[in-house]
């Protein structure tokens, strides 16, 4: 699921703004329409998206996948953090 998230992040940032068409799509990522169609299936079959009224949309579970920081930070409890001399 991880790399799915990572290598489809672009559609799933911006269905989480809006809903969008896969014609929407092909002409604001200048992907093919096959691109299009096969990031699509992979993240409904996920059930990241789906497919609504206004068109393809995150469900819940998208949105916070969309939001996932792309970098590994490191994390320090205030008892690890190093302290100053």
Do not use: N
């Not at 789906?50 to 949309?57: D, I, K, Q």
């Amino acid at each position: 699921m991880l790399e799915l998230v990572l290598s489809r992040r672009r559609y799933l940032e911006r269905l989480a703004d809006a809903p969008a068409w896969k014609r929407d799509l092909i002409d604001e990522f200048d992907h093919s329409r096959s691109t299009v169609d096969r990031a699509l299936a992979a993240l409904t079959d996920a059930g990241l998206v789906a497919a609504g009224e206004a068109g393809y949309e995150t469900t819940y579970s998208g949105r916070r996948c969309s939001t996932w920081p792309t970098r590994r930070r490191r994390w320090q409890t205030p008892s690890t953090r190093p302290r100053r001399s």
